[in-house]
């Protein structure tokens, strides 16, 4: 790699933010889990705004679209991270435990409902997600 780099006669401030940006792709991807995938839609941004925080997001994405010349998504993309609200997650494995949930099965109980939280843009609440528990579940 850097081989290829002094080949094309970069100096070595270019060569290290070359390798800096390579380096910071793959600690997102690797330690952070994310990806340019994690931003395609509003659904995929709220998960990662929730796993990572706002603003890890924020600069995560810009980074990974340093080189980007398509501004406008760029811009669309952070406009979608600003506005998204996110809750805290409104039900947990006690209270499923309290309506009859298998204590085996209370990762993937949660999972389900987690993924349909996240689907309607964090709006559900606990009565309504207990709900699709039982409808789901029971």
């Given at each position: 790699f850097i081989d290829e780099l002094l080949d094309k006669n970069y100096d070595a401030q270019n060569?290290?933010?070359?390798?800096a940006q390579r380096i910071f792709k793959e600690f997102?991807?690797?330690e952070?889990?994310?990806?340019?995938e994690d931003f395609k839609d509003s659904v995929s941004i709220?998960?990662?705004i929730?796993?990572?925080?706002r603003d890890v997001c924020r600069d995560v994405w810009i980074l990974l679209n340093f080189e980007n010349k398509n501004k406008n998504k760029i811009k669309e993309v952070l406009n979608t991270v600003d506005s998204i609200n996110i809750n805290e997650f409104p039900i947990n494995g006690k209270e499923?435990?309290?309506i009859g949930a298998d204590t085996k099965f209370l990762g993937l109980y949660l999972?389900?409902?987690?993924k349909e939280w996240f689907e309607s843009g964090c709006t559900l609440n606990k009565e309504e997600l207990t709900q699709k528990y039982i409808q789901t579940f029971a």
């Open positions: 060569i290290a933010k070359v390798n997102c991807k690797n952070l889990k994310l990806t340019p709220t998960k990662s929730y796993r990572c925080g499923l435990i309290k999972d389900v409902l987690k």
